[in-house]
């Protein structure tokens, strides 16, 4: 059973970067895709980037996409999730999960999720 912590959150002006990252344990993370999920005040969870198992295949949700980036190393057992050009409405917790079946967008795919960083970006 995986267990996920992400890092890496904080307060940053509009226009800046941060990088997240997901450490797994207790499983064998090169096993996994791994996504990235995010939470607004007021809203439901939402779909963000995931990451195929070797890492050659990866999704964005178009709000983020060309802004986002994510990576993986499987050696330390970490997914990152490089954010740039950070934008207000990218405000919310941030989510790691790990999935044993699929490289999806979609919540019900994944098994592990991690307990969240926030993200506040101001304008």
């Known amino acids: 059973q995986a267990q996920l912590v992400e890092s890496g959150g904080g307060l940053v002006q509009a226009g800046g970067s941060l990088r997240l990252s997901c450490a797994a344990s207790?499983?064998?993370?090169?096993?996994?895709?791994m996504g990235w999920f995010r939470q607004a005040p007021g809203k439901e969870r939402e779909f963000v980037a995931t990451?195929?198992?070797?890492?050659?295949?990866?999704y964005y949700a178009s709000s983020v996409k060309g802004r986002f980036t994510i990576s993986r190393d499987n050696a330390k057992n970490t997914v990152y999730l490089q954010m740039n050009s950070l934008k207000s409405e990218d405000t919310a917790v941030y989510y790691c999960a790990a999935s044993l079946t699929a490289t999806s967008k979609y919540m019900r795919a994944y098994e592990y999720w991690g307990q969240g960083t926030q993200v506040t970006v101001s304008s």
């Open positions: 207790g499983g064998t993370f090169s096993s996994y895709a």
């Open positions: 990451i195929s198992w070797r890492g050659l295949t990866t």
